[in-house]
C-alpha cells in the first residue's frame, strides 16, 4: 500500500496543470496508461463510457465518477459475499476469509465516499490517502484466500475491483495538487 501511496503521490506531483481543466475521456485514459503500464486504455475508456456525463467531465469529476464506480463494483463484491456466506457447506476457513473479505469492501467503501468528499472539497491529497486505503480491500482478500491456501471464491470480483480501484487513483493522480 505504501508504494501504491508514494507513487500515486509523485504522479500528483509531477502532472497537470489544472485540476478543474476538461479532458476529454480518451486522453484521460491514455494519460493513465502512460503513467501506469499496467493500466489498460480499453478498460478506463469502456468502464467511464457506460456513465454518459464522463464524456464532458473534468478530471475532478472523472474521478468521482470513478470512485462511484468503484462503489457499486464493492457493493456488488459485498452481495456476492453475502451470497456465498448462506452457503452451509463452507469449511470453517473459508467462511473466516469471506468475513474477512466482507470487512474490506465495507472499509473500501467508506473510504471510497471519503475519496469523493475529498475531491469536492478539493483535498487531493486526502482523497489520494482514501482512494488508497479503499484499493486494498480486493488485495487484502485474495490475500486473505492465499494465506490461508485456499482457492478464491472471488477472483472476478476481485480482479475487476483492483482494476477499477486502480483507475480511479490513476485519474486522481493526474489532478494537481
Known amino acids: ?28 485514459c491514455k494519460k493513465v496508461q502512460a503513467e501506469d503500464p499496467d493500466a489498460k486504455y480499453e478498460f478506463c475508456v469502456t468502464s467511464l463510457q457506460v456513465v454518459p456525463e464522463s464524456r464532458t467531465a473534468n478530471l475532478s469529476q472523472l474521478t468521482i465518477i470513478t470512485t462511484q464506480l468503484s462503489i457499486k463494483n464493492y457493493t456488488h463484491a459485498l452481495g456476492v459475499i453475502a451470497q456465498l456466506l448462506k452457503n452451509h457447506s463452507l469449511s470453517h476457513l473459508q467462511r473466516e476469509v469471506l468475513e474477512t473479505c466482507q470487512e474490506e469492501y465495507n472499509l473500501g467503501v467508506d473510504a471510497n465516499k471519503q475519496a469523493i468528499e475529498d475531491v469536492k472539497a478539493g483535498d487531493i491529497f486526502s482523497a489520494l490517502s482514501s482512494l488508497s486505503a479503499a484499493s486494498v480491500a480486493p488485495v487484502d482478500c485474495e490475500d486473505a484466500f492465499s494465506e490461508g491456501k485456499e482457492a478464491s471464491l472471488l477472483p472476478r470480483e476481485d480482479d475487476l475491483a483492483s482494476k477499477i480501484s486502480n483507475l480511479a487513483l490513476g485519474i486522481l493522480a493526474l489532478l494537481k495538487s
Open 1 to 28: 500500500m505504501k508504494s501504491i501511496i508514494l507513487f500515486a503521490s509523485a504522479l500528483v506531483l509531477i502532472l497537470g496543470n489544472s485540476a478543474f481543466a476538461s479532458a476529454s475521456l480518451e486522453d484521460t
